[in-house]
């Protein structure tokens, strides 16, 4: 029987189509190990990290230098008390010492320590004095823990690694989750810039495992097809690395919506892609669903917002605690030279998600702008969402919880209500791009139809974004290769006409002479 594609917890070899584990992380850090260092490894949830680390513990076990236990901190999790998470944590590594480790090596029981303040590093001292080796820790799940007890396990290591020449404790620790190294640094009671005497003390360079590239998704991919006989298309290959930009568990996933879903017995093309990619986004599977539960946090919402809202203001990007945390979660990546949402699935999904309640308060909508061909009167959709506007955009600009990027987030969820089921919505945004482009595909008799819009928001102490706007839907049109375009611009500024006066529709000429009708609204 083929193996199938894991989209749920990490990788077994015999059941799952794989790539190498060891080679999506760094090829230094059994070398890491041998110096004695702690170090962090951090990547976005569902990326391979369990898979990749748990063969990096086989490797040190086959070594035989060191005593390697793996072990998840799961069993903690939202637990607030750090008396409570405590022996909770120390039970996870002593139960893991009864698997991974001979009979003579196995670890004392926590409830030895259960009267000690520093329970976990009294364990760990206590159980390093009878080993013969080093001890290494691999702890997962580090991200499950928060608060009093996050901070209790850390600042335990941190107290220990400082004196182990003095009295015995784990040679190495590797931590890993989604936070990057300063988090866990300045959790632990240390310095959060790198260099200090500290835990974690390791490189700038984070250490991290690597997505999947074009070539290894065709490689994944050419597992079930040796193993199947089902080809996988070179054009589904290139629009699956299109869709995930290698992320792992995106990577898998389509590839299952196809098989297992669609149940698809043929040759999978750009279409079972697409497909899939949209079940994959309506199924709100617990890999989406947790990533977009960050978009309320403040942290998230400082860096996205700018992206939606088309405006980057006075913020530098480039030195960025909360721009590093979104790329920590794997929202966010530099693409093509410019910070962007990391992929194009997510692209999609982030907009959606911040138009749930729009869309939610958006009444059936008649289709008063399908014309007899089955495409779409721009003009007229237009026209129903400036009296839509008019009726109910005060009212939503105020109630926003992304304040800043309102005016774009109701647009897009009126034009979800539109296209939802019968076309897409492809967005461009980015910081630093000062633009929001939307294209809207939609089939009709004549073909597919393509029409482009370009959303700009007038602020107070700011320039009409009118001449902005056109010069950029003309580079946007002119590489869609489309002749005519629609720019709307929001008028948010104090001085602004009242919503029931907004409306207002002019045409004018690009640079390269395309068509372009400017809304006022």
Excluded at 165 to 173: C, E, Q, T
Excluded at 305 to 317: A, N, Q, T, V
Excluded at 356 to 365: H, N
Aim: aromatic share 8%; charged share 25%.
């Amino acid at each position: 029987m083929p193996r199938q594609f894991n989209t749920a917890g990490p990788n077994d070899p015999d059941k799952h189509y794989t790539l190498p584990p060891l080679e999506r992380i760094p090829a230094d850090l059994k070398s890491m190990v041998e110096s004695a260092n702690y170090f962090v490894l951090h990547a976005p949830r569902q990326s391979g990290k369990t898979t990749s680390m748990m063969a990096f513990a086989d490797l040190l076990r086959v070594d035989g230098r060191w005593a390697v236990i793996y072990a998840t901190l799961e069993t903690a999790r939202n637990i607030a008390d750090e008396k409570t998470a405590l022996p909770k944590i120390v039970d996870a590594i002593a139960k893991a010492s009864l698997v991974y480790l001979p009979a003579q090596e196995h670890s004392p029981q926590w409830a030895e320590f259960a009267d000690e303040a520093n329970m976990l590093g009294a364990f760990l001292t206590a159980w390093c004095a009878r080993l013969s080796r080093p001890l290494v820790l691999i702890l997962d799940e580090i991200d499950s823990l928060d608060g009093a007890p996050l901070m209790a396990v850390l600042s335990q290591l941190r107290a220990g690694y400082l004196t182990r020449k003095a009295a015995p404790f784990p040679a190495s620790v590797c931590l890993f989750g989604m936070r990057n190294i300063r988090d866990y640094k300045a959790a632990s009671g240390g310095s959060p810039n790198i260099g200090t005497s500290s835990p974690f003390n390791v490189s700038k360079r984070a250490v991290t495992v690597a997505y999947f590239t074009r070539a290894e998704i065709a490689e994944l991919y050419g597992q079930h097809t040796a193993e199947a006989g089902q080809t996988f298309t070179a054009a589904a290959t290139d629009r699956v690395w299109q869709l995930t930009r290698g992320q792992p568990f995106l990577v898998n996933a389509l590839a299952d919506f196809v098989i297992r879903d669609q149940k698809w017995a043929g040759p999978i093309d750009i279409a079972q892609i697409d497909r899939a990619k949209e079940q994959l986004i309506l199924a709100r599977v617990t890999h989406i669903d947790s990533l977009m539960a960050r978009l309320r946090e403040d942290r998230v919402r400082r860096v996205l917002e700018p992206m939606l809202s088309s405006e980057r203001g006075d913020r530098d990007f480039s030195n960025d605690e909360d721009v590093e945390y979104c790329r920590d979660l794997g929202l966010i990546a530099d693409v093509d030279g410019q910070l962007d949402i990391a992929n194009e699935i997510y692209r999609e999904v982030i907009p959606r998600q911040l138009t749930a309640f729009p869309q939610s308060k958006i009444l059936r909508l008649t289709p008063t702008w399908l014309r007899e061909d089955g495409g779409i009167a721009v003009d007229v959709l237009l026209r129903e969402f400036a009296a839509f506007w008019r009726q109910n955009g005060e009212w939503m600009v105020k109630k926003a919880d992304w304040p800043e990027a309102a005016q774009q987030i109701v647009f897009m969820a009126y034009l979800q209500k539109v296209v939802n089921g019968g076309g897409a919505i492809h967005r461009e945004y980015g910081a630093g791009r000062m633009r929001l482009d939307l294209l809207v595909e939609w089939p009709c008799s004549a073909g597919l139809q393509r029409f482009a819009i370009e959303l700009k928001v007038w602020r107070d102490e700011r320039e009409d974004p009118q001449a902005e706007g056109l010069a950029q839907l003309d580079e946007y049109l002119l590489r869609l290769g489309l002749n005519e375009g629609t720019l709307v611009v929001f008028d948010a500024r104090t001085a602004a006409a009242p919503f029931a006066q907004r409306g207002q529709v002019h045409e004018a000429t690009s640079a390269s002479g395309r068509k372009v009708a400017v809304w006022r609204l």
